[in-house]
Nanobody, 120 residues
């Protein structure tokens, strides 16, 4: 079984920065991709950023140039540096991890979510 532990959410003023982190643990054989999704009240969950095991990244257009995703393959962690935050970035951010478990097959797990509030 694979678990994700997220940290780093909170309250920040518009224009400020936050850094989210997520650590995966458990019977992990390999991780194909880790990323962050967000869900604002009344809206669908959307991809924010994702990074593959070889470092290929994918960003939502709305965060390009402001957010940076990074990953430590040795520690099975992913981080999201969020700069120039806007009120519309406020949401619950969920970590996502996809990979393989030894002897079992593919997995996909979600973190419990961390709240990001952008307000003055």
């Amino acid at each position: 079984q694979v678990q994700l532990v997220e940290s780093g959410g909170g309250l920040v003023q518009p224009g400020g920065s936050l850094r989210l982190s997520c650590a995966a643990s458990g019977s992990i054989f390999s991780i194909n991709a880790m990323g962050w999704y967000r869900q604002a009240p009344g809206k669908q969950r959307e991809l924010v950023a994702e990074i593959t095991s070889v470092g290929r990244t994918n960003y939502a257009d709305s965060v390009k140039g402001r957010f940076t995703i990074s990953r430590d393959n040795a520690k099975n962690t992913v981080s999201l540096q969020m700069n120039s935050l806007k009120p519309e970035d406020a949401a619950v951010y969920h970590c996502n991890c996809r990979g393989e478990v030894a002897g079992t097959g593919n997995f996909e797990v979600w973190g419990q979510g961390t709240l990001v509030t952008v307000s003055s």
